[in-house]
Nanobody
């Protein structure tokens, strides 16, 4: 069973930086795609970024050039470096995982709050 545990959320000022971490407790983690999603109040959950088994990445247009997703060599930890944050980045951020080749993410962390303020 995959367990995902996020950390690193908190409050940050506009234009500042924050790094989120997610540790995935699973065997064969290199066989999973790891991603970050977020959900703002009153909005649907949306994907922010994903990192694949070959370390290729995907970013939502809204965060391209500002956020960086990465995973450690063992594949057990995924990071989201958030730079030049904006008020619209305020949301609960969730770590997610899916087996390589699967359509949907089926493992989720509990979420961590990120609040961007002036």
């Amino acid at each position: 069973q995959v367990q995902l545990a996020e950390s690193g959320g908190g409050s940050v000022q506009i234009g500042g930086s924050l790094r989120l971490s997610c540790r995935a407790s699973l065997r064969g983690s290199y066989n999973y795609v790891l991603a970050w999603f977020r959900q703002a109040p009153g909005k649907e959950r949306e994907i922010v970024a994903a990192v694949y088994n070959n370390y290729s990445t995907y970013y939502a247009d809204s965060v391209k050039g500002r956020f960086t997703i990465s995973r450690d060599n063992a594949g057990n930890t995924v990071y989201l470096q958030m730079n030049s944050v904006k008020p619209e980045d305020t949301a609960v951020y969730y770590c997610a995982a899916k087996p390589r080749g699967a359509d949907a993410y089926d493992r989720w962390g509990q979420g961590t709050q990120v609040t961007v303020s002036s």
